[in-house]
């Protein structure tokens, strides 16, 4: 299975590259998660619209072909770990290739969102970009020791 994270941003704090690197690393090569990270667009005094638009379409420009589009949104469907893993598993039955996408600190646009397979929420709060990268990635972690029955996770 192929999953791809594209997330607007490239300077995260240390600690969160860390956590993020630790994880990726773990994965086995049938199970393999990537990173892209995409510049944002400047915080010029354009309305936060236009450059929600304008990262939306380099996110778009970024999803591998044919991918299952997976929008992380604060109004999103929640999610158990269990249910993931469950979502993730016939992802990779029907050989379908997720990818998760992060929007700029503006969100993404409505139009983005409703083109999206998947509206996925991570927590009810908002969170700080670095911190939705780890937590998405551990749960990717997660969600693959669940399928793979391995000791990582616990119910």
């Given at each position: 299975?192929?999953?791809?994270?594209?997330?607007?941003?490239?300077?995260?704090?240390?600690?969160?590259?860390?956590?993020?690197?630790?994880?990726?690393?773990?994965?086995?090569?049938?199970?393999?998660?990537?990173?892209?990270?995409?510049?944002?667009?400047p915080r010029d005094g354009r309305?936060?619209?236009?450059?929600?638009?304008?990262?939306?379409?380099?996110?778009?420009?970024?999803?591998?072909?044919?991918?299952?589009?997976?929008?992380?949104?604060?109004?999103?469907?929640?999610?158990?770990?269990?249910?993931?893993?469950?979502?993730?598993?016939?992802?990779?039955?029907?050989?379908?290739?997720?990818?998760?996408?992060?929007?700029?600190?503006?969100?993404?646009?409505?139009?983005?969102?409703?083109?999206?397979?998947?509206?996925?929420?991570?927590?009810?709060?908002?969170?700080?970009?670095?911190?939705?990268?780890?937590?998405?990635?551990?749960?990717?972690?997660?969600?693959?020791?669940?399928?793979?029955?391995?000791?990582?996770?616990?119910?």
């Open positions: 299975m192929k999953i791809s994270i594209v997330a607007i941003g490239q300077r995260q704090p240390r600690w969160a590259d860390d956590a993020v690197a630790e994880f990726l690393r773990r994965f086995p090569a049938d199970f393999s998660v990537a990173l892209r990270q995409l510049k944002p667009e309305p936060a619209e236009r450059i929600r638009g304008a990262e939306g379409e380099r996110l778009r420009a970024a999803l591998p072909a044919g991918c299952i589009t997976v929008a992380l949104d604060e109004r999103g469907r929640d999610l158990t770990s269990t249910a993931f893993a469950e979502q993730l598993g016939r992802w990779r039955d029907q050989g379908d290739s997720p990818a998760f996408v992060i929007g700029g600190p503006d969100g993404l646009t409505d139009e983005f969102r409703r083109g999206a397979h998947l509206l996925l929420r991570l927590s009810s709060m908002t969170l700080p970009h670095a911190l939705a990268r780890v937590l998405l990635v551990e749960q990717l972690y997660r969600a693959w020791s669940i399928l793979s029955r391995h000791p990582y996770h616990r119910d």
